[in-house]
């Protein structure tokens, strides 16, 4: 995986793998099918998915056992049955679309110095060139960590993310190119458009940066790598997922609060954060010495927060002196 993927793709393989097991039950069936690629992630995620809830179901992959090797392959393997493709032949890239993104691989893409002909290629974001001129400020508000109005009106999650989409595909806010390492062991590059949710993880992330104390917020970053992995990963139904999932819900407790952010040709900059929990003392934060915080106390403290490194540099001394 990459550190600036926000998980499009592999957040939506459980609920996929959740529902194709509900409906299998529901009819019946004692094995699933789906399409995934013998080289992809998603067929190590939607086999984990599916075996976790239903161990003893059989699962089909046509792309591991029929002799198709290739998107080519599969094209013609339409053509020949008569199935209407909704793409042209220059467009046969391997896309992924939800609500929360859309991803593109292969073709050019998959020569890592090829630089992408986003005019061709993006469809919910602009390019910086073609954003408009004049900026736009979006204001979300967030109740213990989930976002409930946008621009002072109360919008549902979905509608919330498709407004944002467009607002923020607009301004070409949410395009990344990146090569990414996948489950089964080899490298492949992808341009991601995730136009709403790289605003949401930016507002978020702002107001948490307010709101909580330093060791839960490094903490927090830390656990997110793992969760991060865990969920590309496909390992979505796991004791550990669940236990990072009930520590992040704990530290939103008091992630309410409003985050302006200004949108501009594929940027985004802060315009302020207001927290009723806000930890930010202007007494204590101020250059201008206030009751709180006294500067002559910040010696002692140096002196043994430096202790160890004194001590050590002492007997760095004392054993040249051997020498």
């Known amino acids: 995986m990459c550190s600036s993927d926000l998980l499009g793709t592999s957040i939506?393989?459980?609920?996929?793998?959740k529902t194709l097991v509900t409906k299998a039950r529901e009819f019946g069936a004692t094995a699933i099918c789906h399409?995934?690629?013998?080289?992809?992630?998603?067929?190590?995620?939607f086999d984990l998915g599916i075996w976790a809830l239903a161990p003893e179901m059989k699962i089909i992959a046509p792309w591991r056992v029929w002799d198709i090797k290739s998107r080519e392959d599969a094209v013609?393997?339409?053509?020949?049955?008569?199935?209407?493709?909704?793409?042209p032949a220059n467009q046969l890239y391997s896309r992924d679309k939800n609500i929360w993104h859309l991803s593109h691989e292969g073709l050019e893409l998959e020569k890592p110095d090829t630089a992408p002909d986003y005019d061709r290629l993006l469809m919910l974001c602009a390019t910086p060139e073609k954003a408009p001129d004049q900026a736009e400020i979006v204001d979300i508000y967030f109740d213990k960590g989930i976002p409930t109005r946008l621009n002072g009106k109360e919008i549902g999650g979905v509608d919330l993310v498709f407004e944002l989409n467009k607002v923020a595909g607009k301004h070409g806010v949410g395009v990344i190119d990146m090569v990414e390492n996948r489950v089964v062991g080899m490298k492949s590059r992808g341009i991601y458009e995730t136009p709403g949710g790289t605003v949401l993880y930016y507002a978020h992330n702002e107001l948490e940066r307010l709101c909580l104390d330093r060791q839960t917020y490094s903490f927090k970053a830390t656990a997110s790598v793992t969760f991060s992995e865990l969920v590309y990963n496909g390992m979505w139904f796991t004791p550990l997922r669940e236990a990072i999932s009930a520590f992040v819900d704990k530290t939103q407790e008091n992630v309410t609060g409003n985050v302006k952010l200004k949108l501009y040709k594929g940027n985004i900059i802060p315009q302020g954060v207001t927290s009723p929990y806000s930890l930010y003392s202007e007494e204590i934060s101020s250059f201008t010495t206030g009751s709180l915080y006294d500067h002559?106390?910040?010696e002692g403290f140096i002196k043994l927060y430096g202790l160890p490194l004194r001590v050590r540099a002492m007997m760095q001394q004392q054993t040249k002196d051997l020498e």
């Open 12 to 17: 939506a393989r459980p609920l996929i793998a």
């Open 35 to 45: 399409g995934a690629t013998g080289k992809g992630n998603d067929q190590v995620r």
């Open 76 to 87: 013609d393997y339409c053509i020949e049955h008569d199935n209407k493709l909704n793409m």
């Open 296 to 298: 002559k106390d910040a």
